[in-house]
């Protein structure tokens, strides 16, 4: 297996945010785009490392075949954007939302660009910014398909990330007893993670880290969106599930775990197996040039066979980025290739009520021959198994 | 002055959830609309009490002219739906995102209604959604001008969530001495504030629960959305902005407060007693009637006439409920009626460069006959002057 890759923890440069911009340009090119505007917040920050929430006043970012990007921005919020972007950006800053008559956001974002052009623009841009938008637009994701191919420095800051995670998967193994509360776990885990952060990366950005720990005790863990009561507590034996994610000064990565506190009840021993082995052929499927619906649909016919079909009740995996859901998708619906530069979860899981979920998740970089796991922790039924 | 209304901490009733609901069938059937969906998630919290973060697999709550919502979730968070939703809810779940041909998410939604029919949407609707919604989408942002006019029940929670937000502005003034770090304040006075939401609320939803305290010291407290750095310090005199804001169980409120440490400087004795007597000129027309841009335009020119009108960079005010930023906008481009049972700040601000900001405010209550302030802190300057 391929060496895991060094940690960064310093911003982006210039250079590295050009790459991100050339890679848009290009499909801007092929897709013979005059503009492309984004939106969403996520692919705001990529391109200049500002991040912000969307409120009722819009950030735009309008970008050019070439020249600096022209960012629409709220009068109030001009100095932090100009205090945080690192490209190259020109300011089409607007009083207030509502404003005035002709001081509104749309007439400086109109002022832009003219009717005869031709404007790609994002699938997730509100109707009302779209039919504020001149020109023709033509929906295209262009931005989140560069994204899915990480760069060295985007490597090199999930590796960081991954490092956060796996502190804090070792924190919550550590503390996790029966009649502890969800609320110790939540606080210690995430106490430990963000003190991690704020060491490595003294101005971490914190509009875009985020941190959170919680386990899923066997009552409820055969339901793993359902979120856990802070007063819950945990059980005897298992599965317990837990969830670690963390998105580091902009980097979004997860480490999952099911676990057992002293006893593995009999029945929870073969679904255990099951997903292991599940997750074992969802590895050896791992290497550029594997079509990504193929290793969904083979993890599900195999533990539909194992007779656990019907508890499977999501993919086998997800892509991460500045975001900890992402493209690529390693679902039956996406057929696409894996290749070299992606990281994705592998996280097959089986929801039995009654008995529990089992699911393992890390975060795993495809190399040029195969993988790389970035997160770690415990693994085997023995080793996921806490002596009381 | 009218009296301060009750403190609600208790989830809303079926009947709660019913009159809000209902108040949206009004305004759909004023608008001849056959349906209308929220893909808001702010929105779909409003009727159904189910909060969650936008992710790639899309929730969609549809509302017929009568009869029970139908909500389009993903498999994985039906559970969390039917645990935490109170409304009469009929789902339509679908297996993943991207699923195979035929079990996408839209497949299940276009099963809803057809072609013939005159569909409402919101101005926030992605794109790509609006273009699969089968029927004539017209925008309107129904849910959100329901949401301007607030419930006793509403009311009564906004009034909790603003005892959060003054226990923790109490506290900030109360820690905030020079050279104290703002990572001090943050941690602080989020722990106090959450210590007392899970006290008052044990079971609160922390997908629709937070808190934020944070000062900016006079450096840069002329920039209000810089975003102060955690190791950055408070400094001697001022002036000091707070920003004391929570969404306690769904409601949100804020309470700012500008302040000085020890001395307050000649430079700032005039600024501060401006943007105080501005806030006086605003209070004094907020009662039901007052057109609100007409609030905005007579504290800009007051301002403007006391020379400091290129310090302005925002508008007087913003309303609160679910959200701590939302409709109603006391602002110029802003052209409606208050009316009784509106909740919206009053901030008025001044951004002086080498001098700093200038800014209260407060969560306010608009009665029959006026308004009540439903937060409080120190007001003029001597009480905003803390001794050293």
Request: aromatic letters at 10%; proline letters at 7%; hydrophobic letters at 35%.
């Amino acid at each position: 297996m391929t060496k895991k890759p060094k940690s960064i923890k310093t911003p982006p440069t210039n250079n590295e945010l050009q790459q991100r911009l050339d890679n848009v340009r290009e499909l801007m090119n092929e897709q013979k785009f005059d503009f492309y505007v984004c939106f969403d917040p996520v692919n705001i920050y990529y391109l200049t490392n500002f991040a912000f929430y969307v409120h009722e006043r819009p950030f735009l970012l309008v970008i050019g075949k070439n020249g600096p990007l022209k960012m629409v921005v709220p009068l109030l919020e001009k100095a932090h954007v100009i205090d945080k972007a690192i490209a190259d950006v020109e300011y089409y800053d607007y009083y207030e939302f509502p404003a005035p008559k002709g001081e509104n956001w749309f007439d400086v974002y109109q002022s832009i660009f003219d009717e005869n052009l031709k404007v790609g623009i994002e699938s997730s841009m509100p109707i009302g910014i779209v039919n504020k938008t001149p020109g023709e637009t033509i929906i295209s994701d262009i931005v989140e398909e560069t994204r899915i191919i990480k760069t060295d420095y985007e490597i090199g800051r999930i590796t960081h990330a991954c490092k956060i995670v796996n502190k804090g998967l070792k924190k919550v193994l550590k503390m996790c007893r029966p009649e502890v509360a969800e609320f110790a776990i939540f606080q210690e885990c995430s106490s430990t993670m963000t003190s991690k952060i704020i060491q490595d990366i003294p101005d971490a950005n914190f509009k875009a880290t985020e941190t959170m720990g919680a386990v899923w005790p066997p009552s409820i863990s055969h339901e793993p969106h359902l979120v856990p009561g802070i007063f819950d507590k945990m059980e005897e034996a298992g599965p317990h599930v837990t969830i670690i994610q963390a998105q580091v000064d902009g980097y979004g990565v997860e480490v999952e775990r099911t676990f057992f506190l002293g006893d593995v009840p009999e029945k929870a021993v073969e679904p255990f197996n099951v997903m292991f082995e599940a997750r074992e052929m969802a590895y050896n499927m791992l290497k550029p040039g594997t079509i990504m619906s193929d290793i969904d649909s083979k993890v599900r016919q195999f533990i539909g066979e194992k007779g656990y079909g019907e508890y499977i009740i999501h993919r086998t995996g997800h892509g991460f980025g500045i975001t900890g859901h992402e493209a690529p998708y390693i679902a039956e619906g996406y057929h696409r290739e894996l290749k070299p530069n992606m990281v994705v979860s592998i996280e097959p899981g089986i929801y039995i009520p009654e008995i529990g979920g089992f699911r393992h998740s890390d975060t795993v970089l495809i190399t040029n021959d195969g993988y790389v796991k970035l997160t770690k922790g415990p693994e085997t039924l023995d080793e996921v198994t806490i002596e009381l």
